[in-house]
């Protein structure tokens, strides 16, 4: 009971900051008169093609983790871990990161892998992940740094944020803290059996993180990992060609849009509501600042790509929640006869 209040109250703080923020960006919008605009304009081949490569990079990345498991021992059904991956996108719409301890979860219990070990691979492909984002990062800083410095300047408190989370001590003062305490103290707490077991946890985690190391083809692994974040890109720009205002526009502007808006996505609020629209809104703005009625235009650039790809996100996560005991129940009944 204690423990779903405490979720109960993440999750309405969470989505709290979401709408909020989302009200925040289109508190001045005209919202009928947006609507109307979407139903004769947008083009919606293009938002579905853009879906499509957004179905292939989740495909991708269970084929990826599917490829860093295999060196535990375990095989798991890529049906199961497809299931998995689309469950782990729809939980994150509930509370931020939830997702990465659910598809762990379901893995763990229809594949029987350890729950520490696959958290190990999901950290694994996190910071891989991390890596692909620095790299696109550094793309759009050294091709479009006047632009990035342009949507800096108006938006100061975006770049004032920034400064304060990289210069801040806090956090390495706290791991600091944490790491000298635990070794001062290791000798007394090392017999007892909380610290057995969280011995024993952080070996198997370790052992998942290091699944990487075993990879039977990690070029295969590498191809996956680059293949799953130009999907990613790709989502981004072929919706330009749903919209006339942005059809104009290189990749390359396509980059910097992704780029700027993934940083909405990494924000802790569901599936980067309000954070993401903030960012494709104001790049867009630099990139087209003579387009009539600009904002407007790329206030409904935003709502209708994020609506689609949230919406795709809730279709196919809810059937996964609903198709995972049906697979897995009747290959239980198939193993029992």
Same mark, same amino acid.
């Given at each position: 009971?204690?423990?779903?209040?405490?979720?109960?109250?993440?999750?309405?703080?969470?989505?709290?900051?979401?709408?909020?923020?989302?009200?925040?960006?289109?508190?001045? =919008?005209?919202?009928?008169?947006? *609507?109307?605009?979407?139903?004769?304009? %947008?083009?919606?081949? #293009? *938002?579905?093609?853009?879906?499509?490569?957004?179905?292939?990079?989740?495909?991708?990345?269970?084929?990826?983790?599917?490829?860093?498991?295999?060196?535990?021992?375990?095989?798991?059904?890529?049906?199961?871990?497809?299931?998995?991956?689309? %469950?782990?996108?729809?939980?994150?719409?509930?509370?931020?990161?939830?997702?990465?301890?659910?598809?762990?979860?379901?893995?763990?219990?229809?594949?029987?892998?350890?729950?520490? /070990?696959?958290?190990?691979?999901? %950290?694994?492909?996190? !910071?891989?992940?991390?890596?692909?984002?620095?790299?696109?990062?550094?793309?759009?800083?050294?091709?479009?740094?006047?632009?990035?410095?342009?949507?800096?300047?108006?938006?100061?408190?975006?770049?004032?944020?920034?400064?304060? @989370?990289?210069?801040?001590?806090?956090?390495?003062?706290? @791991?600091?803290?944490?790491?000298?305490?635990?070794?001062?103290?290791? /000798?007394?707490?090392?017999?007892?059996?909380?610290?057995?077991?969280?011995?024993?946890?952080?070996?198997?985690?370790?052992?998942?993180?290091?699944?990487?190391?075993?990879?039977?083809?990690?070029?295969?692994?590498?191809?996956?990992? !680059?293949?799953? #974040?130009?999907?990613?890109?790709?989502?981004?720009?072929?919706?330009? =060609?749903?919209?006339?205002?942005?059809?104009?526009?290189?990749?390359?502007?396509?980059?910097?849009?992704?780029?700027?808006?993934?940083?909405?996505?990494?924000?802790?609020?569901?599936?980067?509501?309000?954070? #993401?629209?903030? =960012?494709?809104?104001?790049?867009?703005?630099?990139?087209?600042?003579?387009?009539?009625?600009?904002?407007?235009?790329?206030?409904?650039?935003?709502? @209708? @790509?994020?609506?689609?790809?949230?919406?795709?996100?809730?279709?196919?996560?809810?059937?996964?929640?609903?198709?995972?005991?049906?697979?897995?129940?009747?290959?239980?009944?198939?193993?029992?006869?």
């Amino acid at each position: 009971m204690k423990k779903k209040l405490i979720n109960l109250i993440k999750f309405a703080f969470f989505f709290g900051a979401g709408i909020g923020l989302f009200w925040y960006v289109y508190k001045d =919008f005209d919202f009928i008169e947006m *609507i109307s605009n979407i139903k004769n304009e %947008v083009n919606f081949f #293009w *938002i579905i093609l853009s879906l499509f490569c957004g179905l292939l990079s989740h495909f991708s990345r269970t084929l990826r983790w599917n490829m860093l498991i295999a060196p535990l021992g375990k095989n798991p059904r890529t049906i199961n871990t497809f299931l998995a991956v689309m %469950v782990a996108y729809f939980a994150n719409l509930a509370l931020p990161r939830m997702g990465e301890i659910s598809r762990c979860g379901i893995i763990s219990k229809y594949e029987g892998v350890s729950f520490p /070990k696959l958290v190990g691979t999901v %950290v694994m492909e996190r !910071v891989l992940d991390l890596v692909m984002l620095l790299i696109f990062m550094m793309l759009a800083l050294i091709t479009q740094f006047n632009q990035i410095l342009l949507f800096l300047d108006e938006n100061p408190k975006v770049g004032e944020s920034a400064k304060k @989370v990289f210069a801040s001590p806090i956090s390495l003062i706290v @791991v600091l803290t944490i790491a000298a305490v635990f070794y001062l103290l290791r /000798k007394k707490f090392k017999n007892t059996i909380i610290f057995k077991k969280i011995d024993n946890a952080i070996k198997n985690f370790s052992n998942g993180f290091k699944a990487i190391k075993n990879l039977e083809n990690k070029w295969r692994f590498i191809l996956h990992t !680059v293949f799953i #974040w130009v999907m990613y890109y790709m989502m981004t720009y072929l919706c330009f =060609f749903a919209f006339e205002f942005t059809s104009g526009l290189a990749p390359i502007a396509g980059l910097t849009v992704f780029v700027l808006s993934s940083i909405g996505m990494v924000l802790p609020v569901q599936g980067g509501m309000g954070a #993401w629209h903030f =960012f494709v809104i104001g790049t867009l703005m630099v990139y087209l600042p003579n387009v009539p009625n600009i904002e407007t235009q790329a206030a409904s650039f935003a709502f @209708v @790509v994020h609506g689609a790809q949230t919406s795709m996100i809730i279709v196919l996560g809810a059937i996964s929640v609903i198709l995972l005991p049906f697979f897995n129940e009747k290959k239980r009944k198939l193993q029992t006869v």
